[in-house]
């Protein structure tokens, strides 16, 4: 469950019975916490989509909020049967501030794993302070866009999972083809 959850993670009240993203709840939320949403060209930019630039992940509050809400989620009958993925808004589209640069690996700008850091940093963060409350809780983090190679300076903790979604992959030949150079590039990030 879960996935391109940012957003929905930012603008939830704790107290919310419905987790969904409205423009209303952002509208309310930065407000009280401009600072967890994403700086763009300079200024705080007011998101509520999974389509939107991802928010301030590098900001201590708003993880500490992230982890609650995430615990609220999973906290429910059947939460904790399956993985929850933590992931970004499906963009990406990051937040602009120097303390979320910060989180990248300078080695791995221009590639596919331009922001595997920040991504891991933030996966791994959320996680921590979900599991002060679940030990048990089943989460795990993906591969995907702008991060499908592994963190240079984060290490992913082992009771995460992380799934690989390389939607570049080509179905006409077997990912184990020699020849086929878009699944050499999957078999890579494996």
């Known amino acids: 469950p879960c996935g391109h959850i940012q957003s929905t993670l930012l603008v939830s009240n704790i107290d919310d019975k419905n987790f969904g993203a409205t423009k209303e709840k952002a509208l309310a939320q930065f407000e009280k916490h401009p600072e967890w949403f994403p700086l763009e060209n300079g200024k705080r930019k007011l998101i509520w989509t999974a389509n939107d630039r991802n928010p301030c992940v590098s900001n201590k509050e708003y993880l500490d909020h992230a982890a609650e809400i995430i615990c609220k989620w999973i906290d ?83 009771r995460l999972k992380v799934f690989v979604s390389f939607n570049n992959q080509c179905w006409r030949h077997s990912c184990l083809d020699p020849k086929c150079t878009i699944n050499l590039e999957l078999k890579k990030i494996y």
């Open 76 to 158: 429910r009958p059947h939460g904790r049967d399956s993985y929850m993925t933590i992931g970004n808004n499906d963009t990406t589209l990051w937040c602009e501030c120097e303390n979320c640069a910060a989180l990248d690996a300078p080695e791995l700008k221009g590639t596919k794993g331009a922001i595997s850091d920040r991504d891991w940093y933030m996966v791994g963060d959320s996680a921590k302070r979900v599991w002060k409350k679940f030990p048990e809780a089943k989460l795990c983090g993906w591969a995907y866009q702008n991060y499908w190679y592994p963190p240079a300076r984060v290490k992913i903790d082992p």
